[in-house]
Nanobody, 119 residues
Framework: VQLQASGGGLVQAGGSLRLSCAFS????????LGWFRQAPGKKREFVATISWGGGSTTYRDSVKGRFTISRDNGKNTLYLQMNNLGPEDTAVYSC?????????????WGRGTQVTVSS
């Protein structure tokens, strides 16, 4: 399984970005997916997750109401729509995938994309 995130960039506070994650090498609908981020000097943290069918999503509290995770099983692509961005959202964002037998562990990770929010 391979994952590749894209769509990051530099944006002013209050702006929006849409991240994409291209998936290959497996049956996309069989995997639950997530977005994670890591800011300089901080541990990686979960941002949002979505179930294999897209019917169940979770978000960290600080992004609820601003970020939306979605997936297109026909295009093998995961998305993260980020609105009303703030400097605290600056980080490298990575996508990850896990199968039914992986429990809470995400064994597959893509190279991240940098999101920088200026104040």
């Amino acid at each position: 399984v391979q994952l590749q995130a894209s769509g990051g960039g530099l944006v002013q506070a209050g702006g929006s970005l849409r991240l994409s994650c291209a998936f290959s090498g497996g049956s996309f609908p069989s995997y639950a997916l997530g977005w994670f981020r890591q800011a300089p000097g901080k541990k990686r943290e979960f941002v949002a997750t979505i179930s294999w069918g897209g019917g169940s999503t979770t978000y960290r509290d600080s992004v609820k109401g601003r970020f939306t995770i979605s997936r297109d099983n026909g295009k093998n692509t995961l998305y993260l729509q980020m609105n009303n961005l703030g400097p605290e959202d600056t980080a490298v964002y990575s996508c990850a995938a896990k199968g039914d037998l992986d429990g809470s562990y995400y064994p597959y990770w893509g190279r991240g994309t940098q999101v920088t929010v200026s104040s």
